[in-house]
């Protein structure tokens, strides 16, 4: 089975500051990924998600990017952070082995904007 | 666009009661999956329990179930016997099967409360 490994566990930045969240996949090839995010009273609002390699659909955010330079790895990315990037961020895989196979979670980043 | 609404920002059951949280989607798609992700204080997301649309048969998992009611684009969810692991956020989920892009929306989700 699939493991999602995400790192920081919890961030503090400071407004203006530049954002880099990695999420890397193991046990599974060619996966979905996801970025989530979390925040008080909005539930999950998908961020960006990944078919493949280089292949980035981007669902919300203005100032937030992602890139996935590796078939298992997926970067959540920020040139400068708002204050409104606080939240949990959550990386997700869906592996290809049917057209029913859910998703599967990484632990969460917490990011703090101060 | 699809979107996935849960009416119901909070509910509390007693513990050993049954509690149904509600989901409603929107879409103009016949083929698609839905799910129920639980997540506890821990904050891990967990898969409760998924459907088919083209199946008519409810899920079932132990004391999870849903009622798939696809005319009304209504997919509640059931818990019996609720026991205090049972506290936690519960989100709604929705997956088109007819679009290569693999979009996966939630809801705002349920936060549930047993009460002991």
């Known amino acids: 089975s699939q493991t999602i490994h995400q790192w920081p566990a919890t961030l503090v930045q400071p407004v203006g500051s530049p954002l880099s969240l990695e999420c890397t996949v193991e046990?599974?090839?060619?996966?979905?990924l996801y970025w989530y995010r979390q925040a008080a009273g909005r539930g999950l609002q998908l961020l960006f998600y990944?078919?493949?390699?280089?292949?980035i659909s981007s669902e919300v955010p203005q100032n937030l990017s992602a890139s996935r330079p590796q078939d298992r790895q997926f970067i959540l990315s920020s040139k400068k952070l708002l204050l409104s990037d606080s939240g949990f961020y959550l990386c997700?895989?869906?592996?290809?082995?049917?057209?029913?196979?859910?998703?599967?979670f990484g632990n969460g980043t917490r990011l703090t904007v101060t | 666009a699809q979107t996935v609404t849960q009416s119901q920002p909070e509910m509390s059951v007693q513990e050993a009661e049954t509690v149904t949280l509600s989901c409603t989607y929107d879409?103009?798609?016949?083929?698609?999956?839905l799910f129920w992700y639980k997540q506890p204080p821990s904050r891990q997301m967990i898969l409760v329990i998924r459907?088919?649309?083209?199946?008519?048969q409810n899920a079932t998992e132990n004391r999870f179930s849903v009622n798939f009611q696809k005319a009304a684009k209504s997919f509640s969810l059931k818990i019996s016997d609720s026991q205090l692991g049972d506290a936690a956020m519960y989100f709604c989920?929705?997956?088109?099967?007819?679009?290569?892009?693999?979009?996966?929306?939630f809801g705002k989700g349920t936060r549930l409360h047993i009460l002991p």
């Open positions: 997700a895989c869906r592996p290809r082995t049917g057209e029913n196979s859910p998703l599967h």
């Open positions: 046990g599974t090839s060619n996966p979905n």
């Open positions: 990944s078919v493949g390699i280089g292949q």
């Open positions: 879409t103009s798609e016949s083929d698609y999956y």
């Open positions: 459907q088919e649309a083209y199946k008519q």
């Open positions: 989920a929705y997956r088109s099967a007819m679009n290569r892009d693999d979009k996966i929306i």
